[in-house]
């Protein structure tokens, strides 16, 4: 049996250092760290959203986490993200998951994930 894509991820530890990176590659991003700089005020609310996104990540791969966070849809009702943003935040976790040296075939797996929330993400 093959390991799981949480397993391939480095399972909880990996995926708290792909979500610490991929928070820091979003604040560096000229397309979108004006969503996300905010959260460097405020570092109760940056703890929270790594958390959630940690437990998203660990549920969504196979791991035991429990994400108990809103829907997707819910989250980002609202911001009226584009899709040149929603591509600029998917770049952002393919290059982490590159320089973590994730693997070709993880890292597609993570792509086709992303690319299946794009609907609840989007324009909402």
Do not use: W
């Amino acid at each position: 049996m093959s390991p799981s894509l949480y397993e391939r991820l480095g399972g909880a530890t990996g995926i708290s250092a792909l979500v610490d990176d991929i928070v820091e590659a979003h604040m560096a991003n000229p397309l979108i760290k004006a969503r996300f700089l905010p959260y460097r005020e405020d570092t109760d609310t940056l703890t929270k959203v790594k958390r959630h996104t940690c437990d998203f990540f660990g549920a969504g791969s196979g791991g035991p986490e429990q994400y108990s966070g809103r829907t997707m849809r819910d989250t980002h009702r609202g911001m009226n993200i584009t899709d040149e943003e929603y591509a600029a935040v998917t770049d952002d976790i393919m290059q982490t998951l590159a320089r973590h040296k994730v693997d070709d075939q993880a890292r597609q797996e993570v792509l086709t994930i992303v690319q299946s929330l794009k609907g609840d993400i989007v324009h909402l």
